[in-house]
């Protein structure tokens, strides 16, 4: 138990760091933390799989743990990866050590985040696809700001149903979800 309540501390990090490629693109406000990130991630993942027919659990279990190894690493953006060479690897190494066999759940945790890197189930592309939604999601949020341009993200999703929803999500306003509550309904 004493491994699982250090590596829940760890974890907890992930609260703290930003995420980085927003400075990249000149946001001003307050940067979502990598774990805000994750939550919604796993939250897209779960409702696309259900979509697709593919196993929402083992998806949003993939979104939920996908960014865990930047508790050790941090998150590096596109420009800085570039710069350190091997960065991925580094976070595949952190991974391995956090989610060791000690871990209740390691040996299926390193499973799944392996799945999730090589792409080649439904749900591993589901939930890549689900990542990227969110951050095209939180660009919207941003937009909302009136000073982002809109990442170009649909080239990078794969199922019909995430196009679908990255569609709609270009569509609505990041603000019609409260704007709805407030209206009266007769």
Request: a negative charge; one cysteine or more.
């Given at each position: 138990?004493?491994?699982?309540a250090?590596l829940?501390?760890e974890?907890g990090?992930l609260k703290?760091?930003?995420?980085?490629g927003?400075?990249m693109?000149?946001?001003?406000?307050?940067?979502e933390?990598?774990a805000e990130?994750?939550?919604?991630t796993?939250?897209i993942?779960y409702?696309?799989?259900?979509?697709?027919?593919a196993n929402?659990?083992r998806?949003?279990?993939?979104?939920?743990?996908?960014?865990?190894?930047?508790?050790?690493?941090g998150?590096?953006?596109?420009?800085?990866?570039?710069?350190?060479?091997?960065?991925?690897q580094?976070?595949?190494?952190?991974?391995?050590?956090?989610?060791?066999n000690?871990v209740?759940?390691g040996r299926?945790?390193r499973?799944?985040l392996h799945?999730?890197?090589?792409?080649?189930?439904?749900?591993a592309?589901i939930?890549k696809d689900?990542?990227?939604?969110?951050c095209?999601i939180?660009?919207r949020?941003?937009?909302?700001g009136?000073?982002?341009?809109m990442l170009?993200?649909h080239?990078?999703?794969?199922?019909?149903?995430s196009r679908?929803?990255?569609?709609?999500v270009?569509?609505?306003?990041p603000?019609?979800?409260?704007?709805?509550?407030?209206?009266p309904?007769?």
């Amino acid at each position: 138990m004493r491994k699982l309540a250090n590596l829940l501390f760890e974890l907890g990090r992930l609260k703290r760091i930003e995420r980085s490629g927003w400075s990249m693109a000149r946001v001003h406000q307050r940067v979502e933390s990598v774990a805000e990130h994750t939550c919604r991630t796993a939250f897209i993942a779960y409702f696309l799989a259900v979509l697709e027919g593919a196993n929402p659990e083992r998806t949003a279990s993939m979104a939920l743990f996908h960014d865990a190894g930047e508790a050790r690493t941090g998150d590096a953006d596109g420009l800085a990866r570039l710069a350190l060479g091997n960065g991925r690897q580094a976070e595949h190494d952190a991974i391995e050590s956090q989610f060791d066999n000690d871990v209740p759940g390691g040996r299926q945790i390193r499973e799944l985040l392996h799945e999730f890197c090589l792409r080649q189930s439904l749900e591993a592309r589901i939930a890549k696809d689900a990542d990227v939604i969110e951050c095209e999601i939180q660009a919207r949020e941003y937009e909302a700001g009136a000073f982002l341009d809109m990442l170009r993200t649909h080239e990078k999703v794969n199922c019909d149903s995430s196009r679908k929803l990255l569609e709609a999500v270009r569509k609505v306003s990041p603000d019609e979800w409260w704007q709805a509550l407030r209206s009266p309904k007769c």
